[in-house]
Protein backbone atom coordinates (compact mmCIF):
# COMPACT_ATOMS: atom_id res chain seq x y z
CA UNK A 1 0.00 0.00 0.00
CA UNK A 2 1.19 3.48 -1.13
CA UNK A 3 0.89 6.07 1.37
CA UNK A 4 2.21 9.79 2.54
CA UNK A 5 2.24 12.14 4.65
CA UNK A 6 1.73 16.06 3.52
CA UNK A 7 2.74 19.59 5.86
CA UNK A 8 5.50 21.82 6.51
CA UNK A 9 7.88 20.81 7.96
CA UNK A 10 7.27 16.85 7.47
CA UNK A 11 11.28 16.77 8.73
CA UNK A 12 10.66 15.36 12.17
CA UNK A 13 6.86 13.92 11.94
CA UNK A 14 6.59 10.79 14.12
CA UNK A 15 4.49 9.46 11.09
CA UNK A 16 6.87 7.57 8.84
CA UNK A 17 8.70 5.85 11.46
CA UNK A 18 5.30 5.14 13.43
CA UNK A 19 3.29 3.66 10.09
CA UNK A 20 6.54 1.88 9.03
CA UNK A 21 6.23 0.06 12.28
CA UNK A 22 2.56 -0.91 12.05
CA UNK A 23 3.12 -2.18 8.44
CA UNK A 24 5.62 -4.64 10.05
CA UNK A 25 3.41 -5.76 12.84
CA UNK A 26 0.92 -6.29 10.56
CA UNK A 27 2.67 -7.85 8.03
CA UNK A 28 1.45 -5.79 5.44
CA UNK A 29 4.44 -4.03 3.65
CA UNK A 30 3.67 -0.11 2.50
CA UNK A 31 5.82 2.67 1.01
CA UNK A 32 5.13 5.91 3.60
CA UNK A 33 6.05 9.16 1.56
CA UNK A 34 7.01 12.73 3.83
CA UNK A 35 5.93 15.42 1.41
CA UNK A 36 7.29 18.65 2.43
CA UNK A 37 4.53 20.82 0.70
CA UNK A 38 5.64 24.21 -0.29
CA UNK A 39 2.70 26.88 0.54
CA UNK A 40 -0.44 26.89 -2.19
CA UNK A 41 1.04 23.64 -3.56
CA UNK A 42 -1.42 21.18 -1.83
CA UNK A 43 -3.84 20.68 -4.94
CA UNK A 44 -0.56 19.37 -6.94
CA UNK A 45 0.75 17.70 -4.08
CA UNK A 46 -2.67 15.32 -3.96
CA UNK A 47 -3.18 15.41 -7.74
CA UNK A 48 0.57 14.03 -8.05
CA UNK A 49 0.13 11.25 -5.06
CA UNK A 50 -2.96 9.95 -6.63
CA UNK A 51 -1.33 9.27 -9.84
CA UNK A 52 1.21 7.23 -8.19
CA UNK A 53 -1.10 5.63 -6.85
CA UNK A 54 -1.13 5.97 -3.46
CA UNK A 55 -4.41 4.68 -1.36
CA UNK A 56 -4.16 7.73 0.88
CA UNK A 57 -2.25 10.22 3.36
CA UNK A 58 -2.14 11.77 6.48
CA UNK A 59 -1.99 15.82 6.48
CA UNK A 60 -0.61 17.70 9.00
CA UNK A 61 0.14 21.56 10.47
CA UNK A 62 -0.78 23.78 8.28
CA UNK A 63 -2.32 21.90 5.45
CA UNK A 64 -5.81 20.33 7.75
CA UNK A 65 -7.70 23.05 6.70
CA UNK A 66 -6.89 23.50 3.45
CA UNK A 67 -7.17 19.70 2.97
CA UNK A 68 -10.69 19.43 4.13
CA UNK A 69 -11.39 21.76 1.38
CA UNK A 70 -10.16 19.76 -1.30
CA UNK A 71 -12.46 16.86 -0.56
CA UNK A 72 -15.51 15.86 -2.14
CA UNK A 73 -16.92 13.82 0.64
CA UNK A 74 -15.91 14.45 4.55
CA UNK A 75 -16.84 12.28 6.84
CA UNK A 76 -19.36 13.01 9.89
CA UNK A 77 -15.86 13.67 12.34
CA UNK A 78 -14.34 15.82 9.94
CA UNK A 79 -17.27 17.86 8.79
CA UNK A 80 -17.48 18.67 12.35
CA UNK A 81 -14.15 19.42 13.68
CA UNK A 82 -13.62 21.57 9.79
CA UNK A 83 -10.35 19.68 9.61
CA UNK A 84 -8.92 16.62 7.84
CA UNK A 85 -5.90 14.68 9.38
CA UNK A 86 -5.87 11.52 6.79
CA UNK A 87 -7.24 11.22 3.10
CA UNK A 88 -8.23 8.17 1.36
CA UNK A 89 -7.94 8.47 -2.59
CA UNK A 90 -10.54 6.29 -4.04
CA UNK A 91 -11.14 5.78 -7.75
CA UNK A 92 -13.21 9.26 -8.80
CA UNK A 93 -12.86 11.03 -4.77
CA UNK A 94 -11.02 11.84 -1.81
CA UNK A 95 -12.16 11.17 1.01
CA UNK A 96 -11.36 13.29 4.01
CA UNK A 97 -11.64 11.97 7.85
CA UNK A 98 -10.28 13.02 11.78
CA UNK A 99 -9.26 10.55 13.87
CA UNK A 100 -7.59 13.20 16.25
CA UNK A 101 -10.53 12.88 18.67
CA UNK A 102 -11.15 9.19 18.30
CA UNK A 103 -7.89 9.07 19.11
CA UNK A 104 -8.28 10.74 22.53
CA UNK A 105 -11.42 8.93 22.89
CA UNK A 106 -9.33 5.76 23.04
CA UNK A 107 -6.63 7.13 25.04
CA UNK A 108 -8.62 8.28 27.85
CA UNK A 109 -10.61 5.09 27.88
CA UNK A 110 -7.17 3.21 27.98
CA UNK A 111 -6.10 5.57 31.02
CA UNK A 112 -9.31 4.50 32.61
CA UNK A 113 -10.52 8.36 32.60
CA UNK A 114 -14.44 8.25 32.46
CA UNK A 115 -15.88 11.34 30.49
CA UNK A 116 -19.33 10.85 31.24
CA UNK A 117 -21.10 13.80 33.12
CA UNK A 118 -17.47 15.06 34.20
CA UNK A 119 -17.08 19.08 33.68
CA UNK A 120 -13.94 19.29 31.21
CA UNK A 121 -11.32 22.40 30.36
CA UNK A 122 -9.50 22.58 27.22
CA UNK A 123 -6.53 24.86 26.82
CA UNK A 124 -6.68 26.14 23.08
CA UNK A 125 -8.78 26.52 20.56
CA UNK A 126 -7.02 25.25 17.20
CA UNK A 127 -7.33 21.90 15.44
CA UNK A 128 -6.26 19.81 18.12
CA UNK A 129 -8.22 21.53 21.04
CA UNK A 130 -11.49 20.85 18.64
CA UNK A 131 -10.83 17.05 18.06
CA UNK A 132 -10.20 17.02 22.39
CA UNK A 133 -14.01 19.32 22.83
CA UNK A 134 -15.27 16.60 19.83
CA UNK A 135 -14.13 13.60 22.41
CA UNK A 136 -15.24 14.45 25.27
CA UNK A 137 -18.78 15.88 23.88
CA UNK A 138 -18.74 12.02 22.40
CA UNK A 139 -17.94 10.70 26.11
CA UNK A 140 -20.75 12.59 27.21
CA UNK A 141 -19.05 15.55 29.44
CA UNK A 142 -21.66 17.48 31.34
CA UNK A 143 -19.62 20.94 30.07
CA UNK A 144 -16.88 21.75 28.36
CA UNK A 145 -14.92 24.88 28.86
CA UNK A 146 -12.92 25.82 26.20
CA UNK A 147 -9.81 28.47 27.27
CA UNK A 148 -8.09 30.13 25.02
CA UNK A 149 -5.24 32.68 24.55
CA UNK A 150 -7.59 34.83 21.35
CA UNK A 151 -11.32 34.81 23.02
CA UNK A 152 -12.71 34.80 19.52
CA UNK A 153 -11.65 31.41 18.12
CA UNK A 154 -13.06 29.99 21.90
CA UNK A 155 -16.09 30.99 21.55
CA UNK A 156 -16.54 29.87 17.71
CA UNK A 157 -14.71 26.49 18.77
CA UNK A 158 -17.31 26.62 21.75
CA UNK A 159 -20.57 27.27 19.23
CA UNK A 160 -19.52 25.44 16.62
CA UNK A 161 -19.48 22.26 19.02
CA UNK A 162 -22.60 23.02 21.07
CA UNK A 163 -24.43 22.78 17.87
CA UNK A 164 -23.22 19.29 16.97
CA UNK A 165 -23.08 18.49 20.59
CA UNK A 166 -26.61 19.65 22.31
CA UNK A 167 -26.56 17.62 25.61
CA UNK A 168 -22.91 19.16 26.84
CA UNK A 169 -22.79 22.61 27.99
CA UNK A 170 -20.37 24.61 25.89
CA UNK A 171 -18.73 27.37 27.09
CA UNK A 172 -15.78 30.05 26.30
CA UNK A 173 -13.56 32.36 28.89
CA UNK A 174 -11.64 32.18 31.98
CA UNK A 175 -10.50 28.62 33.41
CA UNK A 176 -13.06 27.14 35.42
CA UNK A 177 -13.01 24.57 37.85
CA UNK A 178 -12.93 21.05 36.23
CA UNK A 179 -12.61 17.42 36.72
CA UNK A 180 -11.13 16.64 33.75
CA UNK A 181 -8.41 19.40 32.03
CA UNK A 182 -7.01 18.57 28.49
CA UNK A 183 -3.71 21.02 27.04
CA UNK A 184 -4.32 21.57 23.39
CA UNK A 185 -2.02 24.21 23.36
CA UNK A 186 1.96 23.51 22.08
CA UNK A 187 3.15 25.09 25.28
CA UNK A 188 5.64 23.08 26.74
CA UNK A 189 6.34 21.13 23.48
CA UNK A 190 10.77 21.59 22.86
CA UNK A 191 10.79 25.06 20.96
CA UNK A 192 7.75 26.44 22.42
CA UNK A 193 7.40 28.77 25.81
CA UNK A 194 8.22 26.29 29.08
CA UNK A 195 4.81 27.25 30.29
CA UNK A 196 1.34 25.66 31.91
CA UNK A 197 -1.65 27.13 30.04
CA UNK A 198 -3.13 26.45 33.56
CA UNK A 199 -0.99 28.53 35.72
CA UNK A 200 -4.40 30.72 36.65
CA UNK A 201 -7.11 27.46 37.01
CA UNK A 202 -8.88 27.11 39.88
CA UNK A 203 -9.42 23.80 41.40
CA UNK A 204 -7.81 21.03 40.93
CA UNK A 205 -8.03 18.22 38.53
CA UNK A 206 -8.81 14.41 39.06
CA UNK A 207 -7.28 13.83 35.30
CA UNK A 208 -5.22 15.89 33.03
CA UNK A 209 -4.52 14.74 29.53
CA UNK A 210 -1.76 16.71 27.90
CA UNK A 211 -2.03 16.61 23.96
CA UNK A 212 1.95 17.15 23.70
CA UNK A 213 3.87 14.33 24.05
CA UNK A 214 7.53 12.75 24.64
CA UNK A 215 7.61 15.29 27.55
CA UNK A 216 7.45 15.53 30.80
CA UNK A 217 5.69 19.50 30.47
CA UNK A 218 4.75 22.33 33.50
CA UNK A 219 1.10 21.36 32.69
CA UNK A 220 2.04 17.80 33.82
CA UNK A 221 3.50 18.67 36.50
CA UNK A 222 1.20 21.27 37.85
CA UNK A 223 -1.75 18.83 37.02
CA UNK A 224 0.37 16.17 38.98
CA UNK A 225 1.54 17.89 42.41
CA UNK A 226 -2.47 18.84 41.92
CA UNK A 227 -3.09 15.29 42.58
CA UNK A 228 -4.53 14.69 39.26
CA UNK A 229 -4.02 11.08 36.90
CA UNK A 230 -1.73 12.37 34.09
CA UNK A 231 -0.96 11.23 30.61
CA UNK A 232 0.83 13.00 27.72
CA UNK A 233 -0.16 12.85 24.17
CA UNK A 234 1.82 9.62 23.06
CA UNK A 235 -1.10 7.33 23.77
CA UNK A 236 -3.61 9.67 21.10
CA UNK A 237 -1.00 10.04 19.10
CA UNK A 238 -0.61 6.06 18.19
CA UNK A 239 -4.87 5.71 18.09
CA UNK A 240 -5.27 8.39 15.92
CA UNK A 241 -2.38 6.75 13.49
CA UNK A 242 -4.08 2.98 14.00
CA UNK A 243 -7.64 4.91 13.44
CA UNK A 244 -5.99 6.31 9.83
CA UNK A 245 -4.84 3.00 8.86
CA UNK A 246 -8.30 1.77 9.56
CA UNK A 247 -9.83 4.67 7.10
CA UNK A 248 -7.62 3.04 4.50
CA UNK A 249 -7.49 -0.74 5.14
CA UNK A 250 -10.33 -2.56 7.24
CA UNK A 251 -11.06 -2.36 10.96
CA UNK A 252 -8.58 -4.04 13.19
CA UNK A 253 -11.30 -4.60 15.58
CA UNK A 254 -10.90 -3.02 19.87
CA UNK A 255 -8.67 -6.23 20.79
CA UNK A 256 -6.52 -6.24 18.19
CA UNK A 257 -5.95 -2.10 18.04
CA UNK A 258 -5.40 -2.04 21.43
CA UNK A 259 -2.73 -5.30 21.20
CA UNK A 260 -0.99 -2.83 19.00
CA UNK A 261 -1.62 0.23 20.80
CA UNK A 262 0.55 -0.82 23.69
CA UNK A 263 3.74 -1.96 21.42
CA UNK A 264 3.55 1.02 19.58
CA UNK A 265 3.44 3.30 22.69
CA UNK A 266 6.12 1.30 24.42
CA UNK A 267 8.30 1.63 21.09
CA UNK A 268 7.61 5.10 19.85
CA UNK A 269 5.60 7.38 21.68
P1 LIG B 1 -2.98 25.06 16.40
O1 LIG B 1 -4.14 24.78 15.53
O2 LIG B 1 -1.85 25.91 15.93
O3 LIG B 1 -3.55 25.70 17.79
C1 LIG B 1 -2.71 26.08 18.83
C2 LIG B 1 -3.53 26.62 19.98
O4 LIG B 1 -2.64 26.89 21.06
C3 LIG B 1 -4.24 27.93 19.66
O5 LIG B 1 -5.44 27.96 20.37
C4 LIG B 1 -3.25 28.98 20.18
O6 LIG B 1 -3.88 30.17 20.63
C5 LIG B 1 -2.68 28.28 21.39
N1 LIG B 1 -1.32 28.77 21.66
C6 LIG B 1 -0.25 28.69 20.84
N2 LIG B 1 0.83 29.25 21.41
C7 LIG B 1 0.42 29.71 22.62
C8 LIG B 1 1.07 30.41 23.67
N3 LIG B 1 2.35 30.75 23.60
N4 LIG B 1 0.34 30.73 24.77
C9 LIG B 1 -0.97 30.39 24.85
N5 LIG B 1 -1.64 29.73 23.88
C10 LIG B 1 -0.95 29.40 22.78
O7 LIG B 1 -2.28 23.69 16.87
P2 LIG B 1 -2.99 22.28 17.07
O8 LIG B 1 -2.94 21.51 15.81
O9 LIG B 1 -4.30 22.50 17.71
O10 LIG B 1 -1.95 21.55 18.07
C11 LIG B 1 -1.83 21.94 19.43
C12 LIG B 1 -0.90 20.96 20.16
O11 LIG B 1 -1.46 19.66 20.18
C13 LIG B 1 0.47 20.80 19.48
O12 LIG B 1 1.44 20.70 20.49
C14 LIG B 1 0.35 19.49 18.75
O13 LIG B 1 1.59 18.84 18.56
C15 LIG B 1 -0.53 18.71 19.70
N6 LIG B 1 -1.28 17.61 19.06
C16 LIG B 1 -1.09 16.35 19.54
C17 LIG B 1 -1.78 15.30 18.99
C18 LIG B 1 -1.57 13.92 19.55
O14 LIG B 1 -1.98 12.95 18.90
N7 LIG B 1 -1.01 13.79 20.73
C19 LIG B 1 -2.66 15.50 17.92
C20 LIG B 1 -2.85 16.81 17.45
C21 LIG B 1 -2.14 17.85 18.03
P3 LIG B 1 -4.29 31.36 19.63
O15 LIG B 1 -5.63 30.98 19.05
O16 LIG B 1 -4.32 32.54 20.50
O17 LIG B 1 -3.20 31.42 18.58
Known amino acids: MKLGLFGRPVAHSFSPRLFARLARLLESPIEYAAVDVAPG????????????????????????????????????????????????????????????????????????????????????AGGAARAAAWALAKGGARSVRV???????????????????????????????????????????????????????????????DLVYGRRTPFQRQAAALGARVQDGGAMLVYQALRAWEFWDKPLGPARRARLAETLIKEIA
Open 147 to 209: SNRTASTARKLARDLAAAFPRTAFSAGRPNQADIWINATPLGQKGRPDLSPADAAPGAPAAAV
Open 41 to 124: ALPEALASARARGWRGANVTIPYKLDAAALCARLTPQARVLGAVNVLRFEKSRVVGHNTDGEGLVDALKRAGVSVRGKRALVFG
